[in-house]
């Protein structure tokens, strides 16, 4: 038998829910970002007004203190971006944990000894890929997921 992990997972209630989150986490983020750079493009604009009224022994400190700020508010985004990352990755792992059993049923129920990425298949009949059951019955035995997922996280 062969199986889309991909599509398994995009297409479940469980994946679609997780997506559209952090999705959401992303717009948010992006948000974020857009008032933090407008935030520093003022202040450059207002340090290099001040630039011309200061000796460059005056300005050097407010020039890398600003440096020092960019710099950090780049490392704290690129932060927030990994936290994300893991949490997708997190999410599709619990995912897989929860589809399991469902997967073994459609395996034992076939009489099927091995599922196959489909993906990684050269040829096959369409017959061979259980991504549609498997989906259908993922989606019956988790739903979106949320309660597993709050009931792991109390």
């Known amino acids: 038998m062969t199986l889309s992990s991909e599509r398994l997972f995009a297409e ?18 992006g ?11 003022r202040e450059e604009k207002v340090l290099t007004e001040q630039r ?6 005056e300005f050097r400190p407010l020039a890398d203190a600003f440096d020092e700020k960019v710099q950090s508010h780049r490392e704290g985004q690129r ?12 999410a599709r792992q619990m ?3 929860l589809a399991r059993p469902v997967l073994i049923d459609l395996l034992r129920e076939s009489g099927a000894s ?16 259980i991504t549609d059951a498997a989906i259908a019955r993922i989606n019956a035995a988790i739903g979106d997921g949320s309660a597993v997922e709050n009931g792991a996280s109390e």
Do not use: H, P, Y
């Open 95 to 97: 995912f897989l944990e």
């Open 52 to 57: 011309a009224t200061m000796t460059a022994e």
């Open 79 to 90: 932060a927030k971006l990994d936290v994300l990352a893991r949490r997708s990755e997190e």
């Open 114 to 129: 091995i599922i196959i990425e489909r993906s990684s298949v050269f040829l096959s009949s369409d017959r061979t890929d």
């Open 12 to 29: 479940s209630a469980f994946g679609q829910r997780v997506l559209r989150e952090i999705e959401a986490e992303g717009v948010l983020l």
């Open 31 to 41: 948000e974020e970002n857009e008032r933090i750079v407008a935030e520093l493009s």
